[in-house]
């Protein structure tokens, strides 16, 4: 594959795609789990590479007032949106477009530490999922990422009630998150269809709850994380994002990841590091 330039940042970057002839559902979640245990092999944790945090750093000197979110006990949860195999790991359908970020951010071990630092200090964790059914690929218009994600089988399910080849397949959980997920206690909402979770039951789920304040993480950073985002804070939510437990697509279009950081940084009630955030989770306990 031809080799490009990029004057950003002065070096030579291959252009990656999505495989679009990849099987959706994989033969088994061995060949996942395996995959995902050699990236937390030792139980060490990725963290993001200084090269990212350097790329991606906050101003020296901000021209915005810089706000925060204090973690209130009772009314603070951990929100992740599409924790899932097509997003997080070598398997999934979009890891030739995400797959740099991820890796660089440190993703997938940022947002299991956010899992555990949450669970151990008795914070509600909800997730919001992405699903698309046989109806969903019936739609009369799309736009760009809809197209993609409906032409290469993105979170594909056979049905809203049906759990066939689900084990294992894109729109199943990371295997690492599943002792989370599963546990009983977590709220798994309704799916989202495009980005926000304007069409799923998130919004209820957290006002049932009395909860007023989210911490929020997940794929991808551009797309539903940031949409999350904005929907939340239109309705009265406030909201830290995880900066580093999240990715996004790097396409010839640009950097999905940069273009929502950028976006973080102006609308968000906080910006976090995965560290600040699990210390701040562990002290609110």
């Known amino acids: 594959m031809e080799k490009k330039h990029n004057a950003t940042c002065g070096c030579d970057v291959t252009p ?14 061995a060949g996942v789990a395996a995959a995902s245990a050699a990236m937390v092999a030792g139980n060490t944790a990725v963290a993001a ?46 890891w030739g477009v995400v797959g740099e970020s991820v890796t660089e951010q440190g993703t997938v071990d940022n947002i299991e530490r956010l899992f555990a630092a949450a669970k151990a200090a008795g914070m509600p964790v909800f997730i919001s999922p992405h699903y698309y059914y046989p109806h969903d690929h019936k739609w009369d218009f ?17 049905g809203p ?19 989370y997920i599963e546990d009983g206690e977590t ?36 797309l539903c994380t940031q949409a999350h985002l904005y929907e939340l804070l239109e309705l ?19 950097d999905g990841y940069l273009a929502a950081i950028i976006n973080f940084r102006m609308v968000a009630n906080g910006v976090w590091w995965t560290d600040d955030a699990v210390e701040r989770i562990a002290r609110s306990a």
């Not at 009630?161 to 002792?179: H, V």
């Open 16 to 29: 990656e795609k999505v495989d679009h002839a990849r099987r959706r559902v994989l033969a088994g979640a």
């Open 49 to 94: 590479t200084d090269e990212a945090r350097a790329y991606y750093a906050d101003p020296a000197t901000p021209g915005l007032p810089q706000v925060d979110m204090a973690i209130d006990k009772g009314r603070t949860a951990l929100v992740v949106t599409d924790p899932q195999i097509d997003f997080l790991s070598e398997d999934g359908v979009t």
């Open 142 to 158: 799309e736009g760009t990422l809809e197209k993609t994600m409906h032409g290469i089988g993105m979170f594909d399910r056979p």
């Open 161 to 179: 009630l049906n759990l066939e080849n689900f084990e294992g397949s894109g729109a199943d959980w990371m295997p690492q998150y599943k002792k």
């Open 187 to 222: 709220i798994v909402c309704s799916p989202h269809k495009v980005y926000s979770p304007a069409q799923n039951d998130l919004n209820l789920q957290l006002r049932k709850r009395g909860i007023d304040k989210v911490i929020l993480a997940g794929m991808s950073a551009n």
């Open 236 to 254: 009265g939510y406030e909201v830290a994002v995880v900066r580093d437990a999240t990715a996004g697509a790097k396409v010839p279009e640009g």
